[in-house]
Each structure stands twice: as C-alpha cells, then as structure tokens.
C-alpha cells in the first residue's frame, strides 16, 4: 500500500445511483458488481480537480505532494486544467495550498469529505457513507462546505461532471475488468479469518499512487472501503502482466483487512522485534518511514506478500519471475522496505510447504519466529 501521505475493482454490470443502503443521490457515476461497489463520486472527483489545481512545488516530508497525489499524465488531467485553471485563486484552492503546506495528510481528509456528500444543484448533502462519527472528524479537518459549493458554481462543475459520465463508466469498468475484486475475496475468505459484507471501491482518473483504506461496522453490516487510483495500461487490457500489477493495486489494499487483524494478535511481540534498535534492519527511509511501529511495517510486509501469492498462482514461470521481480525491486528500492526478497521467500515456502488443511492464518507464529532469528544475525 503506498503510505507516503497517510499512515491510519465487465461482466454484466449495472450502473446505478443507490447501494447496499447507502444513498447517492446526485449523479454519480456507479457500478455494482456482486458484493462490490465501483464509484467516482462527484464530490471526490470535486476535490480532485480542487487539489490538482494546487501549487505543483508543495513539498511534505521530503515528498512533492502533487507528484504523489495526482496524476498527471493523461489527456482527461489536461481537460481538467483547461476548463477550471481560470479558478485556481478562488479562496478554496488558496485554502488547500495552506493546508497541504502544514500536512499532505490534509489530501486524505479532503477526498474523503468529497466521498462523504452527494452533489445536487451546487449544495453539498449528506451521503451515510461511512459513520457519523468519521465524517464529523472529517469536517473538523477539511475545508469549508460554502467554499466548495461556491468554487463548484463559478466553475460549472456539474456540467463539467456530466459531460464525462461515459467517460467516468468507462474507467468504472476498467477498474472492475482488471482488479479481480470477487475473486480476492474468496480467496482471502479461505486463507484468513475475517468477513466482510461487502467492499466499496472509490477512484478517481486524477488519483495518483498515494492509496488508503478504511473497515467499519455500519448499518448493521461490516465494510471496507478502498481510495485507489483507475486502471492505467499502455498496453491491451487483457494483458496478464498489467492486470496483474493493477490486481495489487487493489489487493495491497483488501488485504490490510484480513491480514491486520491476525497480525494484531502479535502485536506486542512484532513490535519489540522491529523496534528501534533493530528497524535498520526492516526498514531505510523513503515511505517506510510512514510506518512508525514494527506491527505497521509487519503489515506492510505481508500484505504485499500475500498479494504475490494470490497473484502468481495463474501465471505462466515467466510471468511469475517477472510481477515478483517488479513487486521486490518496489518494495525495496522505492518504498524502502529492505528485506522484502527474504521475507516474501520465507513466506512463499511455508506457504508451499504447509499442510493441507493450513491457512496463512496458521502460519503467523512461524512467520513471526523467522522474523525474529533475522535480527540475530
């Protein structure tokens, strides 16, 4: 999962405006597909427009926070700044550009208040997306409503939105066609504990490489949610390796939801193996740093691991040799979790060489014994 700034997916599909009891009532672009809900809302898409209007040079924990957070590489970004440059100075981008200089963290609370509302007529509404108390937390850390309704008159963003609904489904399918969402939860259904009612997966075309998840009991039912980028290839969209790559993506982020809560149960531990007297050895900077606990650099680790044992399994030995080389050099090189190639091997031959009826679930203890005989050497 890329942390960088935060450290807290067509087969008959149906675009629609209401799910699982959670209203939409604006126009939303929105897929569903079984127990998963694809969506670009249009407050999110709102403040990602909003954001990408900012200053470009804003840097934040050695980061440049535009680089990170939005994506500027394709010809619906230039769209963008063709159609709201003129509004750059409005009061609510002069807002952002203050708030993203004390945090980059500011990104997150404001894509999530856009997530939070339908967009009717310029007003902001309600959306019970997540509960009261997460949207009341994020009021207190984002913008003002008035700005944000205001910037979307004078800018006619609504028209802007409706203009790009083709546009916007067309992403939603792309999203659902490649990330391989149901198939991720079964699979992680038979190789950890937890359960979920049902997932929702919240992307914009602006959306950089900065991606977060939330889970919570709401309605009476358990959820995730997942904030990632669309799917972006140059190549076919039937090809393995892209697919692939875009699958982790996702799963990076599906997975914190089952891996997290049986790494908890050896959270003490995990953090006395990777404190500070022995971090040096797990970790070397860059992103990694965003991960303050041996418990939340564990996660890290394996989350990417389990994502590679997922994603190999259908991959001819060329293709594995490859989505596992780039996954290592990633997780090494940039994000700067040094011993993910001896980690993710470990793994892999416990994974291999357990017993019929075990779980990756079942293999923490050895997972975290091997952990632990690394920094004695």
């Known amino acids: 999962m890329t942390k960088v700034i935060y450290t807290l997916l067509l087969f008959n599909g149906v675009f629609v405006s209401e799910c699982f009891g959670q209203s939409r009532t604006d126009n939303s672009a929105t897929l569903i597909d079984e127990k998963v809900t694809y969506e670009i809302p249009m407050g999110y898409e709102l403040m990602h427009i909003a954001i990408a209007l900012t200053d470009t040079t804003i840097v934040s924990n050695g980061y ?178 892209e697919k692939t790559r875009y699958t982790g993506v996702v799963m990076t982020e599906i997975d914190h939801h089952y891996v997290n809560p049986v790494s908890k149960k050896y959270k003490k531990t995990l953090n006395a193996i990777i404190d500070e007297t022995h971090r040096t050895k797990w970790t070397n900077g860059g992103a990694s740093n965003s991960y303050k606990t041996g418990y939340k650099v564990f996660n890290e680790y394996m989350t990417h691991a389990v994502y590679l044992l997922f994603a190999t399994q259908e991959l001819n030995d060329s293709e ?17 979790f040094i011993k993910f190639a001896e980690f993710y091997e470990q793994v892999k031959l416990l994974y291999q060489e357990r017993k019929s009826n075990e779980t990756i679930a079942d293999l923490y203890p050895q997972i975290v014994e091997w952990c632990k005989s690394e920094n004695m050497k």
């Not at 040799?321 to 940039?334: G, N, P, T």
Request: glycine share 2%.
């Open 64 to 241: 440049n926070v535009h680089n990170e957070v939005i994506n500027t590489k394709s010809n619906y970004y230039k769209e963008v700044i063709k159609h709201f440059a003129p509004y750059k100075n409005h009061e609510l981008i002069v807002d952002l550009n203050k708030y993203l200089r004390k945090s980059a963290s500011n990104y997150v609370y404001n894509v999530q208040l856009g997530c939070n509302f339908n967009f009717n007529n310029n007003r902001i509404e309600k959306a019970s997306v997540m509960p009261w108390i997460r949207r009341a937390y994020l009021n207190i850390k984002a913008v003002s409503k008035n700005k944000v309704e205001e910037f979307a008159q004078i800018s006619n963003f609504e028209k802007f939105y409706s203009e790009h609904k083709e546009y916007y489904n067309s992403e939603l399918e792309a999203v659902q066609q490649n990330a391989n969402v149901s198939e991720q939860q079964k699979w992680l259904e038979k190789e950890f504990p937890s359960r979920y009612d049902n997932y929702r997966i919240i992307v914009s075309p602006l959306a950089g490489d900065t991606h977060f998840t939330q889970r919570f009991k709401f309605q009476g039912k358990r959820k995730c949610i997942m904030w990632v980028k669309t799917f972006n290839s140059k190549n076919q969209i039937t090809d393995n390796i």
């Open 320 to 336: 594995k040799q490859l989505v596992e080389k780039s996954k290592i050099d990633v997780m090494i090189k940039v994000r700067k």
